[in-house]
């Protein structure tokens, strides 16, 4: 059985989105590939229809993850969240004492985040480091460039 995976309702709805557009406009673009190398003659030396097939392949993997993703999806309802603690879809205002430079970082699933958009994944570094403190405490997480040093200013939604 895979994994449970937490989302927004935003980000969830993002990944259905994508699922239908592959289900939909990339199955069918394929399909057409597909039929105008057949429609080129000899297959065992036809190139097109190799790489298009292989595509097809591809596509149908992505959908077969996309669709087990979505049904072991759950949705957290922020209302229901406790700011007590760092947990999956806060945000945790942090200094990092390293630089002495504060930043503001919100916990999500591996497939929701997004660095430019201050979204980390609860299973990063410094994700996993921050999950269950509460504010004011400051934590050492290692991470692939040595040791960081973040105090948690503060926890929203």
Sequence with gaps: MS????FTKDGLEK???????LKT???T??????AEARDKGDLSENAEYDAAKEA???LEDKIRQMETLIANARVIDSSQLDTSKVSILCKVKVLNHNVGKEAVY???SETEANLKE???SIKSAIGAGLLG????EVVQITVPAGIVKLEILDIGL
């Design 3 to 6: 994994e449970i995976q937490y």
């Design 15 to 21: 990944i259905k989105q994508e699922l239908h557009f």
């Design 25 to 27: 406009e990339e199955r």
């Design 29 to 34: 673009r394929i399909t057409q590939a597909i």
């Design 56 to 58: 097809q392949g591809h």
């Design 106 to 108: 919100q916990l999500v």
């Design 118 to 120: 201050n979204k980390i």
């Design 133 to 136: 403190k509460s504010k004011g």
